[in-house]
């Protein structure tokens, strides 16, 4: 079966603190897809990352950056400098044989001036 | 400009009655997807189309019904049968490319309400 654990509810920090964002994931699978989306108040959910299973490469696009470790089945996702803006709900997702998703419980993230 | 759109933004609906929720998508995806969100929760999985004319049950699919008469429009219906209909829905769509998953984009989503 798969799964996927997001241990933080919510986090709050302070505009400009860097701020990780845990996942772990549980998949038999050889073959699988990682991704995170952010959901802001609007709803709407915004595709950011879309990593496979072998690649191990940790990926920095601007303030993000996301560090995949197949080792410890973990996916942890990081905002340095944070800003109001990345205040937000943001999902890790496993993506299994059949094009499905398996969606985290999410992590809501609080951002204050 | 290519995206996916949901309508209405907000239905209110009373107990007892049907309720329909538009989706379509202009990216030229072949899947199209639908899924639950409840406050505070994930998203889970009420009704899949991989291709026109075919769909199968998610994780929740009672009280709920589907049709993909066009590679464009994916639209749910909520029966007076779903027992909590109070929800917010998201429709999303892919390409069925063949990889093992691929990327599923989202419409804005609709808020149900049942009075």
């Known amino acids: 079966a798969q799964k996927v654990t997001q241990a933080q509810t919510e986090i709050s920090v302070v505009e400009k603190e860097d701020v990780t964002l845990d996942c772990v994931y549980e998949?038999?699978?050889?073959?699988?897809?990682l991704f995170w989306y952010k959901q802001p108040p609007s709803g709407e959910l915004v595709f950011l990352i879309r990593?496979?299973?072998?690649?191990?490469q940790n990926e920095i696009s601007g303030r993000y950056s996301w560090n995949f470790q197949k080792s410890t089945s973990s996916f942890n996702f990081t905002i340095t400098a944070s800003q109001v803006v990345d205040s937000a709900v943001y999902f890790c997702?496993?993506?299994?044989?059949?094009?499905?998703?398996?969606f985290g419980g999410g992590t809501r993230l609080m951002v204050k001036p | 400009d290519g995206g996916i759109t949901q309508s209405p933004k907000y239905l209110f609906r009373k107990e007892g009655q049907n309720v329909t929720l538009s989706c379509e998508q202009n990216?030229?995806?072949?899947?199209m997807y639908w899924y639950r969100q409840d406050p505070g929760q994930g998203l889970r999985l009420i009704y899949y189309?991989?291709?026109?004319?075919?769909?199968q049950k998610g994780d929740i699919a009672e009280g709920y019904s589907v049709s993909r008469e066009k590679k464009e429009s994916f639209p749910l219906t909520v029966t007076s049968a779903q027992k909590n209909p109070t929800a917010f829905y998201l429709c999303?769509?892919?390409?069925?490319?063949?990889?093992?998953?691929?990327?599923?984009?989202f419409g804005p989503g609709t808020r149900l309400t049942v009075l």
């Open positions: 999303a769509s892919s390409l069925n490319s063949g990889l093992i998953t691929d990327t599923q984009y």
């Open positions: 998949t038999r699978d050889t073959t699988y897809y």
């Open positions: 990593r496979n299973s072998f690649d191990e």
């Open positions: 997702a496993l993506g299994n044989a059949g094009n499905m998703l398996t």
């Open positions: 990216l030229n995806h072949d899947a």
């Open positions: 189309s991989q291709i026109v004319n075919d769909f």
